[in-house]
């Protein structure tokens, strides 16, 4: 069964530094989105991809984050500098896309649990 | 705005009694309720959804959710828990099947 891919699975990180995700989704799917978790809470969504094209950052923090899907396959999502309030587990998702039948389900990765000491 | 509750932390129920996880829902428009779970630094893992049609909606692993529009709720079922069904427990929903918002969770507990 296809799986959403991501890396790494845990990062520590002081803060002020640099840190990127990276995400596969599963094959063919034309729309990836990036959600983050803090401890105790559901998901939010932090940006949505259709193919490379994003189609929805209102809640990313520009001015930190940043997230790119250049050939519209796989994603990284980058947090610069890190700040103490960012640890969180960071997950991405995959839906088919427009037209595809199913495209309302979203598939997830495992997640990378992001520490910022 | 749209948002989705799900108004127990915690719930425990004893192996091969029925569980009942809750929710509820506000959106515009017909909503399209998702069940995800959760198991330890995993991620989410696809249960069941409504779209449209049936009110009631079976699952993956012997889960099935029923759709009360009057109510507004999406309630997650199970006729007989196993210890492997322990897990968090989201429900998600939206008006247009892309931008979902997730309830807190539910922390389900089954005692052997």
């Known amino acids: 069964e296809a799986e959403v891919a991501q890396s790494p699975r845990y990062k520590i990180t002081e803060k002020s530094q640099a840190v990127a995700f990276w995400c596969d989704p599963i094959s063919g799917h034309a729309t990836l989105y990036w959600y983050r978790q803090i401890l105790g809470q559901g998901p939010e969504l932090l940006v949505q991809?259709?193919?490379?094209?994003?189609?929805?950052d209102s809640q990313l923090p520009k001015d930190r984050f940043s997230a790119e899907r250049l050939k519209g396959v796989d994603s990284t999502l980058k947090i610069q500098p890190a700040e103490l309030g960012d640890s969180a587990m960071y997950l991405c998702?995959?839906?088919?896309?427009?037209?595809?039948?199913?495209?309302?389900?979203?598939?997830f990765g495992p997640g990378t649990r992001l520490t910022v000491l | 705005a749209q948002s989705v509750a799900q108004p127990e932390d915690q719930v425990n129920v004893a192996e091969g009694n029925p569980l009942t996880v809750k929710c509820t829902y506000s959106v515009s428009g017909n909503p399209y309720l998702f069940w995800y779970v959760q198991y330890p630094n995993r991620g989410l893992q696809f249960l069941l959804k409504?779209?449209?049609?049936?009110?009631l909606v079976k699952g993956s692993y012997g889960f099935e959710a029923e759709f009360n529009k009057s109510q507004t709720s999406f309630h997650l079922k199970k006729p007989s828990a196993l210890v492997s069904d322990s897990g968090l427990y989201f429900c998600?929903?939206?008006?247009?099947?892309?931008?979902?918002?997730f309830g807190s969770g539910t922390q389900l507990t089954v005692l052997p």
């Open positions: 991809f259709q193919d490379e094209s994003v189609v929805d």
């Open positions: 998702a995959s839906s088919p896309g427009e037209g595809a039948g199913e495209a309302d389900t979203q598939y």
């Open positions: 409504y779209i449209t049609g049936d009110n």
């Open positions: 998600a929903g939206s008006g247009s099947a892309r931008q979902l918002t």
